[in-house]
Nanobody, 125 residues
Framework: QVQLVESGGGSVQAGGSLRLSCVAS????????MTWFRQAQGKEREGVAN???????WYAESVKGRFTISRDNAKNSLYLQMNSLKPDDIAMYYC???????????????????WGQGTQVTVSS
């Protein structure tokens, strides 16, 4: 079955950096749209960034210029480099997978079938 396993979360001071990873198994990874979502306490889960099968990317306005999404198809892995972290970035971060391309239109959690268990990011001011 499909499994997505995130890692790399932790606690940093404002302005610091973290790199999240997500390893996928049980799917033809290179043909999947991969997205990072996050959910802060009491808020709806929101899309942060995604990367299409051809490597094209989308970012939420709130993270543009600070976060970078990438994928390594040889390792079935997805990454999120997060720089200049702010307290507003505090959330549980999830990776999600959806078959096929056209990632740029798939930014809502309801559009994704496969999810990881999440990794917590905490930023202290």
């Amino acid at each position: 079955q499909v499994q997505l396993v995130e890692s790399g979360g932790g606690s940093v001071q404002a302005g610091g950096s973290l790199r999240l990873s997500c390893v996928a198994s049980g799917l033809s990874y290179s043909s999947y749209c991969m997205t990072w979502f996050r959910q802060a306490q009491g808020k709806e889960r929101e899309g942060v960034a995604n990367i299409d099968t051809d490597g094209s990317t989308w970012y939420a306005e709130s993270v543009k210029g600070r976060f970078t999404i990438s994928r390594d198809n040889a390792k079935n892995s997805l990454y999120l480099q997060m720089n200049s972290l702010k307290p507003d970035d505090i959330a549980m971060y999830y990776c999600a997978a959806r078959g096929g391309g056209y990632c740029y239109v798939f930014r809502h959690q309801s559009q994704y079938k496969y999810w990881g268990q999440g990794t917590q990011v905490t930023v202290s001011s």
